[in-house]
């Protein structure tokens, strides 16, 4: 059989709902900018979709994640608890506030930070937790709640990869003071660039608002009683969003129908499949595995052989520990550092098929067998 017939992408939107339909309308009506009727509905959409009151629509991910800092008055000398094993915006966000990122580890079968690592580095300084939901799994939130009250703490959720996730019944975003989504062309709800803010606290969102809008008041036209930003997003992408929101069931049950595919195909291969707790409703953003720690090849050598078969995947992102920007010792931060080495991520949207899963599986399964190793055999 010839693996190398079509490239399989890690990542493709699904734009096949009203998509077209109300970006035509913004054009022809000329509201293109960030004023609009789709700015609102996908707001309230998107809001019923988190089971909270407010949705705050923002240009992209990391906008939102800062305006939430900023919201919740982080500053210069404050500290935020933030996983190591995340996307840098997640740590990035906490210093545009000039306040200082605190790392801590995750736990290996999730990939999620570690409640039982917090405590230790909450100090006098710190005033927060930002809690990433990696890959659509989400973390254990009674548990890092009970210590964020101990300790008189905010929560803010960073889900921007868990969008439709669930834990014990309740959808991610709808915890802690705040929540924070990107809508990237990657997610499984994108409106090509953009962002969220989700929340319960009704003087929490008129704060984000007031922030988004470049500080101006609400009630009075061009008067700035505070310094804001340009974090807008606009009608257009607000559109495309609110249409990926009417077939949003469809998208996340395909995609626990291909994770079922993958941990079938995947059975009898010398990988770690994804652990999913048993009180979570993993979104799979993401299908994300781990090396073996006897697999015959590296994670980057896995990595080399898939690519060589048309099969695109992703590594799992660097702990920040490891970082320019943050680096520093890393002796606390070892499963961190265990699942960036071994993790990597398989195509994962709508558009494959299970023969394409087979496909990607085997390919898989030849790399990990001595006898038949493809690292260096093209198709």
Request: hydrophobic content about 40%; proline content about 6%; charged content about 25%.
């Amino acid at each position: 059989m010839s693996y190398f017939h079509k490239r399989i992408p890690i990542a493709s939107p699904v734009l096949d709902g009203n998509e077209m339909q109300y970006v035509r309308e913004c054009l022809e009506s000329t509201w293109i900018s960030s004023h609009g009727k789709f700015i609102d509905a996908f707001e309230r959409r998107f809001a019923e979709l988190c089971g909270v009151e407010h949705a705050i629509a923002c240009n992209n991910g990391t906008t939102a994640l800062h305006l939430a800092l900023v919201s919740l008055g982080v500053g210069a000398g404050d500290e935020i608890i933030v996983p190591d094993l995340t996307y840098i915006a997640t740590a990035n966000c906490v210093r545009y506030c000039n306040a200082d990122p605190v790392f801590v580890d995750c736990e290996p079968r999730t990939f999620n930070i570690d409640p039982a690592a917090i405590e230790a580095k909450i100090t006098p300084r710190t005033k927060g937790i930002i809690v990433v939901h990696l890959f659509g799994q989400p973390c254990d939130m009674d548990e890092i709640q009970k210590i964020a009250d101990a300790h008189g703490l905010f929560i803010v959720e960073d889900a921007a990869e868990a969008h439709g996730a669930k834990y014990k019944g309740r959808p991610v975003g709808s915890f802690g003071k705040c929540a924070t989504f990107s809508f990237f062309g990657n997610k499984i709800v994108t409106t090509g660039e953009g962002g969220a803010v989700v929340t319960d606290d009704d003087e929490l969102a008129s704060r984000l608002r007031l922030l988004r809008g470049q500080g101006m008041d609400p009630e009075r036209r061009y008067w700035f009683p505070v310094i804001g930003y340009n974090y807008r997003m606009t009608n257009i992408a607000a559109a495309i969003g609110l249409a990926q929101l009417e077939r949003v069931d469809r998208a996340l049950a395909f995609r626990r129908r291909l994770s079922a595919w993958y941990d079938e195909a995947l059975a009898d291969v010398d990988v770690i499949r994804p652990y999913v707790e048993p009180w979570a409703e993993h979104s799979f953003w993401m299908y994300t595995i781990k090396m073996a720690p006897d697999a015959a090849l590296s994670r980057d050598q896995v990595l080399a052989a898939l690519d060589a078969h048309g099969i695109e995947t992703r590594p799992v992102f660097y702990p920040m520990h490891v970082l320019p920007p943050y680096r520093q010792s890393g002796h606390d931060l070892r499963n961190a550092a265990d699942c960036a080495e071994t993790g990597l991520s398989l195509p994962t949207h709508e558009r494959l098929t299970r023969a394409d899963v087979a496909r990607i599986c085997d390919v898989l399964r030849r790399a990990l067998t001595p006898e038949r190793q493809l690292l260096h055999v093209r198709p």
